[in-house]
């Protein structure tokens, strides 16, 4: 096998502005490295694990797995059992503790994993509490039933209580049953009321949120916010938040929080409308359908009863009613709104003060660009003014927008091309069939060859097969004899030398492959470190990853030799 070799940069370069990155190989040969987070990483070598620090070892090649490092335990696997040490390599306890328990847990419940002091564990025959000196931190009374985090509940004398993580009782054991609604945070209770059962909520430390008084409770996530809807015999439902307070009492079938405002759709005898979190009623209960739409600062909502749409204001004032449904919203201003919407299957564009602009006689409108609008006639696409005059032949079988609209292109590679601008103006460019367009210039094609064509008339010429980054007036790009540097503007190369790859610069380093080797340049294209050789493989993609390691905020890249070893890179900037 060839000899793998790293060179350490441990110097700046006088010449460089900037502390150029230097790189230390850890770990070499390993069958699989994997982080445990921060310093620490579990290696396989000869088909065992142990813990490595700052390539110190910690725990020994003994191991079949290292399952997780939490809360400053480590948790290894030998024989499918479970054992526990910290992080200098002490052992807990050896692994006794199976790696499944024979009856279903609870969801929020981890194994072997310590959370706040203690870990959940099986021994012998029943869930524990285990602190970290090995020895059982809840009573044996105590049947635990699910751990999540600092929250254990736990059942005594046929009733269900909460611990800590460290087995202090937080709720005594009162109640008929506690199930997780939020882990660690809110919980239901079972009480029972004329020999029925119902649930009602508690918080971590016990405090009564509800009565019991619900025969069912369902969790949502809105907007990346938690909420209960609680269902009461008579089918209506209560709404409450994720730590438990009461936002709406059961009035109502069914009550949707909205993402923005303090706003909910309910439903009333089948119908939904519009209220408020202080119980007013904006929109009554009178529709099939309600959706709230935002525009810039302003929010409506659209509402449908069979075929007709209805375009409403919070206060339930009517903007505009259509037989058809909407597509989309151009622009809200000075109280007039402009849509793009359909009527018996054809697209036009209306205002809610001035009717139809475009009488719905197109098979689809893509997008509005400065008061022209993209339409479909038969297969062809094309653009027209709001008085129905063209502004681009109905020529093309494809249209692409940028993500941000400030370009449409019209294309079908038979005929030039047609950039419209979001100002109104159009740039014609040859035909082509593959267009990727982006904010301030496109990316084209032409017999294989790569082209960008910028806003501003500017054109990379078709040299270029591949381009990288442009960035700081150096463009990075590939052309027939491979990957050099270009001014960006001039597009005059500005080193002789050629690369196999090269990525752009970043804090005065770039990164290339030449010879089959990896090299740090700097921002005079000579060459600072030799970083990897082509024992192994991939060296273009480790290229890129160190390039990008600033931005993803790596300090570390595992990469892997031909013979399928591993080997870490830890990035010294």
């Not at 096998?1 to 390993?30: C, D, H, N």
């Not at 009321?193 to 949120?209: N, T, V």
């Not at 009613?321 to 009527?343: M, P, Q, R, T, W």
């Not at 591949?466 to 270009?486: E, H, M, P, Q, R």
Request: aromatic residues 12%.
């Amino acid at each position: 096998m060839k000899k793998i070799f790293l060179i350490l940069v441990a110097v700046v370069i006088s010449l460089s502005t900037f502390a150029q990155p230097t790189f230390e190989k850890m770990y070499q040969g390993s069958d699989a490295i994997v982080s445990l987070g921060g310093d620490f990483f579990a290696i396989k070598k000869d088909s065992k694990w142990g813990v490595m620090k700052n390539s110190t070892l910690v725990l020994d090649f003994y191991y079949d797995s290292i399952d997780v490092l939490y809360d400053g335990i480590i948790t290894y696997i030998k024989n499918d059992q479970a054992g526990f040490a910290d992080t200098v390599g002490n052992i807990i306890t050896l692994a006794v503790y199976p790696m499944e328990t024979p009856y279903n847990r609870a969801d929020e419940s981890v194994l072997n994993v310590f959370q706040s002091g203690s870990a959940l564990v099986y021994d012998g025959g029943k869930l524990i509490l285990l602190g970290k000196d090995g020895k059982q931190v809840n009573d044996n009374t105590q049947e635990i039933v699910s751990k999540s985090d600092n929250c254990v509940i736990f059942k005594k004398d046929g009733a269900y209580g909460i611990l800590d993580a460290k087995g202090n009782v937080i709720v005594a054991n009162k109640y008929r049953r506690i199930q997780t609604v939020i882990a660690g945070e809110l919980y239901a209770y079972t009480a029972q009321k004329d020999g029925m059962d119902y649930l009602g909520l508690i918080d971590k430390s016990g405090a009564l949120k509800s009565k019991a008084e619900y025969d069912d409770l369902t969790i949502i996530n809105k907007n990346d916010k938690f909420y209960i809807k609680a269902f009461v015999s008579t089918g209506k439902q209560a709404l409450y938040d994720a730590e438990g307070n009461l936002l709406f009492n059961p009035l109502y079938q069914n009550v949707e929080p909205l993402t923005e405002g303090n706003y909910c759709i309910y439903t009333d005898n089948g119908r939904k409308g519009l209220i408020g979190k202080d119980y007013v009623t904006y929109i009554p209960a009178a529709y099939d359908d309600l959706q709230m739409v935002t525009l810039k600062s302003d929010t409506l909502f659209v509402a449908k009863n069979d075929d007709m749409t209805y375009i409403l204001t919070v206060n339930n004032k009517t903007l505009d009613a259509i037989k058809g449904n909407i597509k989309d919203f151009v622009s809200y201003n000075n109280n007039e709104l402009i849509y793009i919407a359909d009527s018996m299957l054809n697209y036009g564009v209306r205002s809610n003060k001035r009717g139809w602009l475009l009488e719905p006689q197109y098979l689809d409108v893509f997008a509005e660009s400065k008061g022209s609008f993209v339409v479909r006639q038969k297969d062809k696409w094309g653009a027209v003014d709001l008085k129905g005059n063209t502004v681009i032949p109905f020529d093309y079988k494809k249209v692409r927008a940028s993500k941000s609209k400030t370009c449409i292109v019209f294309y079908d590679g038979k005929k030039n091309s047609v950039i419209l601008r979001d100002n109104g103006k159009q740039i014609e460019f040859p035909k082509t069939d593959n267009v990727l367009p982006m904010t301030d210039y496109i990316e084209y094609k032409i017999k294989g060859e790569r082209v960008r064509l910028y806003f501003n008339g500017t054109e990379l010429k078709d040299k270029f097969l591949t381009i990288g980054t442009n960035k700081d007036g150096v463009l990075c790009a590939k052309v027939k004899k491979g990957w050099s540097y270009f001014n960006s503007k001039t597009y005059e190369q500005l080193t002789d030398q050629y690369f196999d790859y090269a990525t752009g610069f970043e804090d005065g380093v770039a990164y290339v492959v030449k010879n089959k080797k990896l090299l740090q340049i700097d921002k005079n294209y000579n060459i600072t470190s030799t970083i990897l050789d082509d024992s192994y493989t991939d060296l273009n993609n480790t290229a890129a990853v160190l390039s990008m390691a600033k931005h993803l905020r790596k300090n570390t890249i595992t990469i892997t030799d031909k013979n399928g070893k591993k080997t870490l890179i830890k990035i010294n900037k």
